[in-house]
């Protein structure tokens, strides 16, 4: 019964958006909040937030009542991957150059799908770096190294 | 045996690197960083000075757009880069000296940076609605001393250049008008127009329009000397306002630590580059003038500046969280 | 005839060889950069901006007007095939777009939106020659109050985006104004929510929001799913639309016509703001709402009519009035100036062969777009039968790349990835993302408009009621408030009869 509530959309939607919403509130603390007629910079994220904190109770509350659908198994593993491979190439392309990124970009993310054959990773990656290339370098002149070291 | 040969081998070919650096300058691409986004004043003024630069050298000069925070992101990345030549910046007065006075940028305009040469600058004006009662300077500052806060200031953002030429003029004629900042022009030049607002500061290429079509009328400029494109409107100077000169320019500049014989020669390539009259020509279409001169000239401007704007943004409480 | 003359000189000036060539040129690599996420017209136009020094400059906008107006044909490309906006306007378009081609019917959609947007960029292009003089100055009456007040409208209508749950759709929209805030207060220059990195004090960029809580989020989604290899249906409905279909988009594609051409005059405002409302109007008038999202036709003709309309439109005000509605049109605006054309209310008369010309090169790009596009369907089409694993991380590179292409950060990439596991969770908790982005794309607007106001007004809150305009939009607000009420009253109130008539 209990894993239940925890595994209830609306209660995690509830208590996600009061979490967001008390956190932007205790941030823009630090903002002046003005008044009515001369609104400071954290009039507008003040009032968002109890805004937010309130939509998220009203649905925390809805959830524990109506007992509504329940979430299905979380992926973490695979969005993990995905979010580790654009990470990975953000952080490459500046310090090793565009080649680099991409083939372990493409190494990553393709570990988080359902099935990883390397042979086939490695010509997709081949096959969409020469892509990358020969569109985003040659034809719109971006200027990014192919490889670097800059440490 | 075979690595100690290795390693002088190595040796060898940096010393000798060091000694022909400056002669053989340069070997890899130059990056210019251009702190705005495409498009903006900045970039268009960047890659003229890049075209022109490759043209008449031969060298690959490569403009790149590091947009962000009014150009420190920018600036900020070019401070940290290594001083080996490789990479310039086409800094901004409100980029290389007043982001760092409001707080805005994590370097510092003397000790980060190695000026090249100052590029280009660009006059500002004051305009009102053609349909505004505000003839003259005198008129507005009557107006604005007769009711403090009334008159409505608009600029295309706080800390921007134009914004604080207005600071400007309000503190050297001791008035107060009430700042209306907006988000670029967009929305700015139709709330002057419908008379929602009072007066606006502008770059004079981006005026120059609406002067034409008589929509706007400029009141003075904000420069030593008046603008070619403008030849019959006033200085403030000329106006009886003492010191109040406040141009847009834009200057070249490395990472502090950049050997000297390279920025010399940069220097002196670019100076070459503006004196070419194809480059006067696209420089002044797209608003601004080329200027050009030595290191020490350049330096000099900055050091004089840093001061001069703290002054005023500490007088108007710039940054107010108002 | 002074229009035919007009248009003959137009015509005169665009057919010629070159540039046709320009045209060609223009609209072509518009198409390509409108399917690659990132890489929008702002950035190919600065790149290109020193190359078109040497060119005539009528030539030069010719092929500068091209890129823009053909991102807006190649923006929904990518956006229907695999959820991934090539353009910010296009984000909209994923909702019934990709639901479309998920179902097998992702030749329908594409044709569908070249088809709209063909139809809106005529019309709009018309309206440059009709009605531009006139249209313009009509952004001057357009002060804060109006905006203000316009924008309330749009998120008031935002509770449509809703499927099923309305109160997950305003607490996302209130999430989605947060986004927005991100960056300098303009009003104070006063940081928020960055956290101290520069790199955010100019926001979250769109691109980077709708990548990552569209297309990230969505292969997220599909990798859990376990059977990746049918997340499409095989193309069984004929890739270009039937008569019937036609008939069904054309009201629709006029309407966000209207919606686009609108939106294109106001400054600030723009393609995504028009994509967003035409759908939002769409949604209010189809018969059966809940088809919105699962794949309707209408989703994907009425904003892409739009974006298209308000691309043609924003020249309207940079053209007559020298205000440039963004940032392109402020690098076309430039272009222009550098080429010796002082934009103005008498350019017309001034330029008249640049003016024509260009206007008369936009009804042969559109027509070229839509012979360009078309034929491509089929192609675009066939890469659906890619297998899954090798098509999610090439999307995941075109994330990744494109969104360091617009800022050459990786601060954007970072966050992009960030905005993707947000996605990610809000999906799996059944909260639609279409509400996020419009409040994202609103929020800001409204702020600072009613900060202006009030300023401006001294605070005096009457301002929103004594500008006509201002009150027409907020009593539009409270007819739409009202509309969406009632029904539920009513429902509810049967609702009961029926029971205590039961229980009885």
Redesign the interface.
Known sequence: MKSDIAKNKDVLAGLLFMAMGSIAFYISLGYRFGTTVRMGPGYFPRVLSLLLVGFGITILIKGIRKRGKLVSQWGWVSVGLLTLAMVLFGFMIEALGLLPALATMFLVAAYAGNEFRLREVFVLTVVMSMFAVVVFIWGLNLPYPLFAWNF | MRIASRILAGLAVSVLASVAQAQQYPEK?I?MIVPF????GT??VS??V??KLGELTGWTV?????????G??GL?LAAKAKADGYTIVMAQNANLVINPI?G???YDPIADFQPIVLTASAPQVLVVSKTSPIKSIKDLLTAAKAKPNAI?FATP???TSSHLAGELLQQRAEVKF?H????G???A???L??G??DVYVASV?SA???I??G?MRPLAVFADRRSSDLPDVPTLEELGIKDSAAVTWWGMAAPAGTPDAIVKRLSTEINRVLQLPDTKE?LK???AEAIGGTVQEFSALIKSDVPKWTAVIKGAN????? | MELLDHFALGFSVALTFQNLAYCVLGVALGTLIGVLPGVGPSVTISMLLPFTFGLAPVSALIMLSGIYYGAQYGGSTTAILVNLPGEASAAITCLDGYQMARQGRGGKALATAAISSFIAGCIGTLLIVLLGKPLSSWAFEFGAPDYFSLMVMGLVSASVLAHGDMLKALAMVVIGLFIGLVGTDVNSGFERFTFDLPELADGVGFTVLAVGIFAVSEVAINLEQNETRSVFKASIAGLLPSLADLRTILLPALRGTAIGAFFGLLPGTGPSISAFSAYMLEKKLARDPSRFGQGAIEGVAAPEAANNAAAQTQFIPTLTLGIPGNATMALILGALVMNGIQPGPTVMTRNPEMFWGVVASMFIGNALLVALNLPLVGIWVRLLSVPYRWLFPSIIMFCALGNYSVNSSAIDVYLCAGIGVLGYVLAKLECPPAPLVLGYVLGPMMEENLRRALLLAQGDFTVFFTSPISLGFLMASLLLLVSMVLPTIRRKKAQVESEEAGAT
């Open positions: 691409a990056r986004p495409p498009g903006g970039d268009v890659r003229i890049a075209a490569v403009a790149e757009n590091k947009p962000g925070s009014g420190s992101v900020g409001l805005k940028a994590n409505k953002g706080v800390g009430m209306v900042p907006y988000k022009t967009s929305q030049i139709p709330d127009m419908g929602r607002v290429p120059m329009a609406h034409q079509e929509t696209k279409m797209a608003g710039v940054k107010s969280d108002d």
